[in-house]
């Protein structure tokens, strides 16, 4: 079945008595499915199978519509099908419920796949108008950016990326953020998203041909463990 077909289908239902079964979404299930196809690279039966569910499926508290159609917009992709991945990104932007990135910031990717380079900067234009508040979105941005050998660009995302990362460690030790021991393991998250913008921020600047400055020396120190920080941050 053509992948761009793929999201206006229906999953059959299952009649039991006088009763359907509708299936529930749940994230271990997507997980599972994910996993899948990482090993044996069917990344298309998996997109097919996810954007069913997220039009048939019964959303949960684990698993919102709108993170079923994000992840299987993700699965298209992979799949070689940024039409479909397309069609999915936007579901889930119209659907407006919770998801663990803007579908915008893949939905230009799939956009530039497509051509429509006019369309994907427009929204990336809308998310920086909007305010850079997620590391996350910059450091996925800054990829995309990279991908269409925008590197001023992508420099400009990752540099506010680094920037919320260590503006949220500073409001963390003067008392105004979440304490580590709150957060359970952000605070290895946030360790770890920094080491990636610092990276990706240190290979752009590298490709552009610019001098080593103080944020590319933050690689150089050792994070510090379980409270996130990055020593001399």
Known sequence: MPGS??????????????????????????????????????????AQRMSRLAVTGTQSESMPRSEAFLRAGEQWLLADDPAAAASGFRLALADGGPVFVDPRVPLSRALFLLGKSAEARALISSLKAEGRR????????????????????ALDWATAGVELCLQRTADRDDGRGQPASAAGSGGDDRAEELRLLLSLRYRIRNDLGLPEDDYDRLLDEAPSGADGSVAGA
Do not use: K, N
């Open 134 to 153: 997620d590391p996350r979105m910059c450091d996925l941005v800054a990829e995309v950016l990279v991908e269409r050998s925008d590197l001023a660009g």
């Open 5 to 46: 077909l793929a999201l206006s289908c229906v999953e059959r239902l299952v009649r039991v008595g006088t009763f359907w079964i509708v299936p529930v979404l749940s994230r271990e299930e997507f997980d599972a499915i994910e996993f899948s196809a990482a090993f044996s690279g069917e990344h298309e039966a998996a």
